[in-house]
Each structure stands twice: as structure tokens, then as C-alpha cells.
């Protein structure tokens, strides 16, 4: 069973920064595509930033394009996805998940949450001066 912990979410100045991290364990497969969500009290959940399993094609939503960057780290058997987030904005605001595929999804992105069957438990941001 594949295992997702998130961390580095914080409390930080508008204007400041955060690189998030998605450690993935218990894989079954080499590579998996990664998509970063948030949800804001209130809000749907929404995508922010994903990964093919290449590693190489990513997207940004146009709320965090040139702020954020999503990068893919490979050791073995350890996966780790990070997310530097710079600029931060109060509306930034938000519980942060990671997800991740089965393991099957080759050099593609994954733009719905219903497409990842596996969640980390959410990092909180909060932007607030």
C-alpha cells in the first residue's frame, strides 16, 4: 500500500516562501505521477501543481504560475516530490495535500483529484502577516 506524509507547511509572511514535501513510501511501482491539491475553509478542494512520473512535464495553475515549482526526487525506492512556493499571498491559505496514481500513468498529467486513488493526510499554509 503506497503511503504519502506531507510536510514543511508553516506559517510565514505574505512575500515569503515554503517548500512543501511528499515522501512516498511502500511503492510498488518505479515512478508515480504526482498532483498537489489545497482546500481553503470553505472552498473546494483545487489543484495547484502536477508531475508526470518522468518527472520532466509539469503544470501549473495560473493562481501559482511563477511562484510555485514542483520538482521529483529518486532514490531506490523512495519518491519524493517537492513543491518550492515563493511569493507567497494570503490567498495561498490552505490545507495542502499530495496524491498520487497507481503507478501506471506514463509521461502524462493528471489534472483531477478523482484520478489520484492515493492521499497524504494534508499540510497546513497560512499566510498572514
Known amino acids: 500500500q503506497l503511503q504519502l506524509v506531507e510536510s514543511g507547511g508553516g506559517l510565514v509572511q505574505p512575500g515569503g516562501s515554503l517548500r512543501l514535501s511528499c515522501v512516498a513510501s511502500?511503492?510498488?511501482?518505479?515512478?508515480?505521477?504526482i498532483g498537489w491539491f489545497r482546500q481553503a475553509p470553505g472552498k473546494e478542494r483545487e489543484v495547484v501543481s502536477c508531475?508526470?512520473?518522468?518527472?520532466?512535464?509539469?503544470?501549473?495553475s495560473d493562481s501559482v504560475e511563477g511562484r510555485f515549482t514542483i520538482s521529483m526526487s529518486r532514490t531506490g525506492t523512495n519518491n519524493t516530490v517537492y513543491m518550492q512556493m515563493n511569493s507567497l499571498k494570503p490567498e495561498d491559505t490552505a490545507v495542502y495535500y499530495c496524491?498520487?496514481?497507481?503507478?501506471?500513468?506514463?509521461?502524462?498529467?493528471?489534472?483531477?483529484?478523482?484520478?489520484?486513488?492515493?492521499w497524504g493526510q494534508g499540510t497546513q499554509v497560512t499566510v498572514s502577516s
Open positions: 508531475i508526470a512520473n518522468t518527472g520532466d512535464i509539469a503544470y501549473y
Open positions: 496524491a498520487a496514481d497507481d503507478g501506471t500513468t506514463l509521461a502524462a498529467i493528471l489534472f483531477y483529484a478523482d484520478e489520484y486513488p492515493y
Open positions: 511502500g511503492v510498488t511501482s518505479d515512478t508515480y505521477a
